[in-house]
C-alpha cells in the first residue's frame, strides 16, 4: 500500500514538549524525527557534524539536499521546525502535500515562563526528577507580548498556507501528549498501523507547579492581562492522564436497582457491606466484575436504577492509600512499589508490613515522604505509574463519565443520611443505616494528622478541593 507522506515536519515553539514529542514519535519502529534538523545554529541537536550524512554546510549551502535525504531514507523521517528556523524550506514543506504537517501547540504564557525558568537554571530537559532545577522567574510584560505576537503571527501564516493548499494538519495540544491514545492516533495520521503500549518513561516534566509558585512577581502578570483571560492563569495544572471507565469494578445489588461505581482507596467496603446487608445476601451475593455487555444486560432488567459514587476527603483517602497499597502489601505490584520506594527513592519505609514496634513517628515520616512521591507522580515527573488508588477523584469521575455519570455523588461523611435516601428512590423504604468498618491501621490517622499534612494534600489534590468543597480533614 502506498504511504501518504514522504516524510513530516513538527512546527512547535521552544518549552512546547516537541522534546517529549520527539521521544514519543521515534517509539515507533518505522518513524524517525531527526530533531532540529534546520535549527541556523546546529543541525539535528548541539554537537552533531551531519544529519542523514549531510552536513550543516551542506545544508546551510542548499536545505533542500536534507530535504531530499528524509525522502530516501529507509523509515518515514520528520524534523521539529520553529518559527525562526531556515526559512527557505517553509514555503517547500507547506506547498508539499506529501510532507505531513503537525502542530504542537501550547499555552504561550506556560511556555514563556517554562523557557524563563529554563533559562535561568541552564535545565532543558528533565530525566530524573531528583536532579530537577527550580527557581522562580520574573515576568516581563513587553517580552512577552513580543513572545505571543510571534507565535500567534507564525500559527495565522501556517493556517493560512494550509487553507489556499488544500491541506490539513495533525493538531496536538501539549496536554495531549501524555495520551497514549493520541500518539497512536498520530502514527495512523502518518499512515504507520504499529502502536505504542506505553509512552515514553525518560523525559519529565520539569515545572508542574501553578504559574503563581514559579513567577516571583506574579501580581505583575495577572495586571498586565487583565483584559486578557485567554490564557487561564489560575487554572491548576492537571498532568494525570484519562483513566477509563473501569466497569469491572461496578458492584451492583442482585435485587435492589442499586449500581455502585466505586473509586479506589474510598470507603468500598462499608459501601458494599450496606448493600448485601439492604438485599439480604452476604457480600458474595453481589454481582461484580462487570463487563460492558453485562452492565447493559443488568440495566435492562433493573427498571429506574440508580447508580451512585462515594468520594472520601483527599487527606483521608491518600492515607487509606498509603498503608492498603504501599505498607500492608505482602505480595505483588504493590510490595515490588514499596521495594522501589524504599531503595529509589529512599522513603523511609519498613521493610514489611507493619509489625508491633511500628510507631506513630516512623508513619508519620513515610507518610509525609509518600505525599512528596504522590505529587511528583501525578505531575508526571515519576517513572513509576499513576495508579488508581491514588490518582484525584475528579480525574476518576471522569472516567466514569465516558460510559456513563453516576446518578449521585455522595460524600462519605454523609452517608448516613444519603445511602438510606438514595434506597427510598429506588423503592427500599427499610434500608438499613450504612455499617462502620474498622480499618485495622496500626497508626491512625488522627495521630499523625496535622496542618502539614493538610497543606501538602491540598497542593496535590487541588482540584479536588475546588470541584467538592472540601474543607480540612479533621
Known sequence: MTKPFDYFVVFAEMRTGSNYLEANI?????????GEAFNPHFIGYP????????????????????????????????????????????NTMLEDPRCAKIILTRNPLDSYVSWKIAQATGQWKLTDVRRRRDSKVKFDGVEFRRHVEELQDFQVSLMRALQVSGQTAFYIAYEDLHDLQVMNGLARFLGHDEELEELNQKLKRQNPSPLS???SNFGEVT????DLDRFNLNRTPNFEPRHGAA???????????LLFLPLRSGPTEAVTKWMAKMDRVGNDGLIRKFSQKSLRQWKKAHKGHRSFTVIRHPVARVHAAFYDCILAAEQGPYKKLRNTLRRVYKMPLPKDPPGAEYTAEAHRAGFVAFLGFVKANLAGQTSLR??????????????FGDLSLPDMIVREDEMMSYLPALAMQVGRMDAPDPVTVDTGYPVALEEIYDQEIEKLCQDIYKRDYIAFGFDSWT
Open 47 to 90: 554537537n552533531k557534524d551531519d544529519c542523514l550524512g549531510v552536513s550543516l554546510e551542506q545544508r546551510t549551502a542548499d536545505p533542500q539536499v536534507l530535504i531530499d535525504a528524509m525522502k530516501s531514507n529507509d523509515v518515514l523521517s520528520g524534523f521539529r521546525y520553529f518559527h525562526d528556523h531556515e526559512p527557505r524550506v517553509l
Open 223 to 226: 495586571l498586565a492581562l487583565a
Open 386 to 399: 499513576q495508579d488508581s488508588h491514588w490518582v484525584s477523584q475528579t480525574t476518576a469521575l471522569q472516567g
Open 26 to 34: 521515534n517509539g515507533f519502529e518505522g518513524l524517525s524525527c531527526l
Open 247 to 257: 466497569v469491572p469494578s461496578y458492584v451492583a445489588c442482585a435485587a435492589s436497582p
Open 213 to 215: 509558585e514559579k513567577v
